[in-house]
């Protein structure tokens, strides 16, 4: 039996995302390659009912990060000065690219897993020293749920532009786009969105992208992909395999209700996963309404080390993940993203049993 991937990411596939991957063998100059990628381009864009004429779905070959590195080089001009939020791996990790990339940064910062100061941003934008402010929306290092939405609206309010990692809350979780604030976001196939690894893309204003900015990568420069793909047209090879599963993915995302009644599934099984580690004496790392519909973490069981609990899980099928850096000794997390059926459901909730009870005894 396949084991069922409660990593965040990449996620188990349905029979039709597999089936498709796999499918075809097509050449990316074709016009059937072109007919994919428009397919694709529509489908993202349709995902948050954004229009073709004011945001663009730009794809390109590459992981989240990929995403993420193209959307700050390509859309922050030489004068931005932008104010970051870290509050996890991620939010540090915007700081990292803007530093590489020489973009003028400085940092908002709160403790992993704790929750952004809304007041000291508020006042921050109020100096009228910043341009751009960029934020992680699911902040996958502890789970927390960041408020983009309140975010945005002071972006708009100080005429700030924002510019977010939403590489794991894309395809599940609400996202601002009728905040004028909102400039772009960065996300990838392979996690609430169902597809494989290796495509990744940015929704961005079209206005963002006719920006007078100078490339600062070659391959990551997004006018020059999103320039291409207008035409019908790629740059350099892209991953022909992954936008098969992802045309896919996006029409069985669309016959199952959209982002919210994924976002509905999701919380419907974290809270199954929850309700039987609280049963087990197993208690969340955060409050669950602060958690993402996405993942959530969970502290340690007493007297057991994650290699213990990760291999017990694994050999009953399932793989978890474990806390990053300095929270890798005192947490674990479980994604409820992808093709997780009621039965999956149930075995999990019997190994977790089996795992955690029976190392008790
Ligand atoms: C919020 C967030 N941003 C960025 C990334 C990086 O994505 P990748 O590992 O695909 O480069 C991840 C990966 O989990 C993520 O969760």
Redesign the pocket.
């Known amino acids: 039996m396949r084991p069922i991937l409660l990593n965040?990411?990449p996620v188990s596939l349905s029979e039709g995302v597999r089936g498709a991957v796999a499918s075809l063998d097509l050449c990316h100059r074709e016009p059937e390659y072109f007919d994919l990628q428009d397919a694709v381009i529509q489908g993202l864009l349709n995902v948050y009912g954004c229009d073709l004429k004011t945001w663009a779905a730009v794809l390109l070959g590459?992981?989240?990060?990929?995403a993420?590195e193209a959307m700050l080089a390509s859309l922050l001009p030489a004068d931005a000065h932008a104010l970051v939020l870290e509050n996890g791996v991620?939010g540090e990790?915007l700081s990292r690219i803007a530093r590489i990339h020489g973009i003028r940064s400085q940092a908002l910062k709160a403790g992993w897993g704790e929750s952004h100061d809304l007041q000291a941003l508020s006042e921050l934008l109020a100096t009228g020293d910043f341009s751009h402010v960029l934020a992680?929306?699911?902040?996958?290092t502890t789970g927390r749920l960041n408020p983009v939405e309140a975010i945005a609206v002071l972006c708009t309010k100080f005429n700030v532009r924002l510019l977010l990692?939403?590489?794991?809350?894309f395809g599940a979780e609400d996202l601002p786009f009728n905040q004028e604030s909102l400039q772009a976001i960065a996300a990838?196939a392979?996690?609430c969105l169902h597809g494989i690894?290796g495509l990744?893309m940015v929704v961005c204003r079209q206005t963002a992208l006719q920006q007078p900015i100078e490339p600062r990568t070659l391959s990551l420069h997004l006018p020059a992909w999103a320039e291409q793909q207008a035409k019908r047209s790629t740059p350099f090879t892209p991953p022909v395999n992954a936008l098969l599963g992802l045309a896919q993915a996006l029409k069985e995302l669309e016959k199952h209700g959209g982002w919210q009644a994924r976002r509905l599934r999701y919380l419907e099984l974290a809270a199954r996963v929850a309700g039987v580690c609280r049963q087990l004496g197993v208690a969340e790392w955060l409050p669950a309404g602060e958690s993402s519909c996405v993942l959530r973490s969970y502290h340690l069981p007493a007297g057991m080390t994650y290699n213990q609990l990760h291999d017990g899980l694994k050999q009953q099928g399932f793989v978890i993940y474990a806390g990053q850096g300095r929270l890798a000794a005192q947490l674990f997390r479980i994604s409820t993203m992808g093709e997780i059926s009621d039965y999956d459901m149930a075995r999990l909730e019997q190994a977790l049993r089996r795992v955690i009870a029976g190392a008790e005894n």
Not at 62 to 66: Q, R
Not at 165 to 169: E, G
């Open positions: 965040p990411g590459g992981s989240g990060t990929a993420i991620y990790r992680v929306h699911h902040e996958t990692d939403a590489v794991s809350s990838t392979n996690k690894p990744a």
